[in-house]
């Protein structure tokens, strides 16, 4: 549940790539209901359309690959080119993607060089040290998936009303999402409404979370 709403982001001066991945990953889910093949040009004007051929789920999730393989191997020659860009994007990131090439015997501690080469998270401070204690704590990890699927879904539905368009609709979207265009900011005073929706959401969405094995142990103090 956590990946769309903290990864995803849009490429400022490469206006198709986004679209591009995200109508690749649609294709890879087996549900893209992409018509056209649209390419913009810098200024975001589309500048050429034609038919959208619908590759098969595997062909998506292969090309989904290389396209992640590709961008990974072309980061870490330009690490090795320009150091010093590289290390200077890294020190306010939380992630960097890196590739794992299980025909080194070393490639585990190839990628924590890596990791280390950047400076990885450098200049957020206490950040990072507060995350790892959360991501130890498998409440504290539902309930920071259950904030990000709320937030994530009020922007994209509220995107999906005011600009309708074939890859993004309100169509078959469950209550529970229309219900965060209700929310309030997200502050103390009102985490509970954040709460009570995100115990609806999460019930409907997984019916069989109380039953996880992950969750046995925390029962009862939960």
Same mark, same amino acid.
């Given at each position: ?13 490469? =206006? ?7 109508? /690749? ?7 893209s209901? /992409? @018509?056209?093949?649209?390419?913009? #040009? ?6 050429h ?11 998506a999730?292969?090309?989904? &690959? ?12 330009? &690490?090795? @080119? ?12 939380? !992630? ?6 299980? *025909?080194?015997?070393?490639w ?13 998270? @450098? ?5 990072l &040290? ?6 130890? #704590?498998?409440?504290r ?7 990000? *699927?709320?937030?994530?879904s009020?922007? *994209? ?18 209550e529970?999402?229309?219900? *965060? &265009?209700?929310? =309030?900011?997200f502050? @103390?005073?009102?985490a ?11 019930? !409907?969405?997984?019916?069989d979370?109380?039953?996880? =094995? ?9």
């Amino acid at each position: 549940m956590r990946g769309l709403g903290k990864y995803f982001d849009v490429a400022k001066f490469a =206006p198709n790539a986004s679209s591009e991945v995200f109508s /690749v990953y649609r294709a890879a889910l087996g549900n893209s209901r /992409v @018509k056209l093949f649209c390419c913009a #040009n810098q200024a975001g004007k589309i500048i050429h359309r034609e038919k959208y051929v619908h590759p098969t789920q595997e062909e998506a999730v292969r090309d989904l &690959l290389a396209i992640a393989q590709d961008a990974t191997v072309l980061l870490a020659e330009l &690490l090795n @080119k320009e150091p010093e860009l590289c290390r200077s994007i890294a020190a306010s990131k939380t !992630e960097w993607p890196v590739m794992a090439d299980m *025909t080194e015997k070393d490639w585990k501690r190839e990628i924590a060089d890596t990791v280390a080469k950047l400076e990885l998270g @450098k200049n957020i401070k206490g950040y990072l &040290l507060a995350a790892r204690t959360a991501d130890e #704590n498998v409440i504290r990890c539902w309930a920071a998936a259950i904030y990000e *699927t709320l937030f994530q879904s009020r922007f *994209t539905f509220k995107d999906a009303i005011e600009k309708p368009r074939d890859h993004l609709t309100t169509h078959d979207c469950p209550e529970w999402v229309r219900k *965060t &265009l209700d929310l =309030p900011r997200f502050i @103390k005073a009102d985490a509970r409404k954040w709460a009570k929706l995100g115990e609806e959401m999460l019930l !409907e969405q997984r019916p069989d979370f109380l039953e996880a =094995p992950d969750l046995a142990a925390k029962k009862r103090s939960w």
